[in-house]
């Protein structure tokens, strides 16, 4: 019983591409991440929704554009793939917005994207 | 400038001993601090939460220390094990959505 999933799990794509990550959870939570993580692993957080609403939105290219159609999903959609896109992609949630709040942040497994 | 250091970048022991991994923070207003274990190809796992009344906080093997005067926090690994060869994150929360996370510390344990 996977808390937070993701699909895919690996994505190879050719530069200019449009593409879709998807993730649901079934923690019952109210708040939903995007994380990017590159080479180097450091994570940034990208996108935060709670309750469906957008409440951060970081400095991220506008090709970027989450949609949450619930609060047990969020999505991720790239479009015109570029060749710095390439890392992995985690997607989480917690029960609150994290920061203020002790509780605990669950991730998934992460997409590996990779753009040629 | 919100920043988190950890040190080491990396860390190689042999099973059995022990090991202290190092996280420095200029995060202010400061909430709460938070590590991580990622193991390869996975997702993080949240291992210990302090505020900043808690000195220490304890998950098992795992130990984190917090001085919130000094702005410093430590992960004591106790008796390690070749699965605890992974990358750990400190996290530093600033209030209401933020976040500031390390870029690790990956320790491998060798037999």
């Known amino acids: 019983d996977t808390a937070v999933s993701q699909t895919p799990k690996y994505l190879v794509t050719q530069m200019g591409n449009d593409k879709s990550i998807k993730c649901e959870q079934n923690?019952?939570?109210?708040?939903m991440y995007w994380y990017k993580q590159d080479s180097k692993k450091f994570l940034k957080i990208m996108f935060s929704?709670?309750?469906?609403?957008?409440?951060i939105n970081e400095t991220v290219p506008n090709r970027f554009s989450p949609k949450s159609p619930d609060k047990a999903h969020l999505n991720l959609h790239i479009n015109s793939l570029e060749l710095g896109d390439s890392a992995v992609y985690f997607c989480?949630?917690?029960?609150?917005?994290?920061?203020?709040?002790?509780?605990?942040?669950?991730f998934g497994p992460g997409t590996r994207l990779l753009v040629l | 400038k919100n920043q988190v250091e950890q040190s080491p970048q990396s860390l190689i022991i042999l099973e059995g001993k022990n090991c202290t991994l190092q996280c420095n923070y200029t995060v202010s207003p400061f909430s709460n601090l938070r590590w991580y274990k990622q193991d390869t190809g996975r997702g993080p796992v949240s291992l210990t939460i302090m505020t900043f009344s808690e000195n220490t906080k304890s998950n098992g093997r795992y130990t984190a220390t917090l001085d919130a005067d000094t702005k410093q926090s430590s992960l004591h690994i106790t008796a390690s094990q070749l699965s605890d060869s992974a990358s750990y994150i400190c996290?530093?929360?600033?209030?209401?959505?933020?976040?500031?996370f390390g870029a690790g510390t990956r320790l491998a344990v060798h037999p």
């Open positions: 923690l019952g939570h109210d708040t």
């Open positions: 989480a949630s917690s029960q609150s917005p994290q920061g203020a709040s002790r509780e605990t942040q669950y």
């Open positions: 996290v530093v929360s600033g209030g209401y959505n933020k976040l500031i």
């Open positions: 929704y709670n309750n469906k609403e957008l409440i």
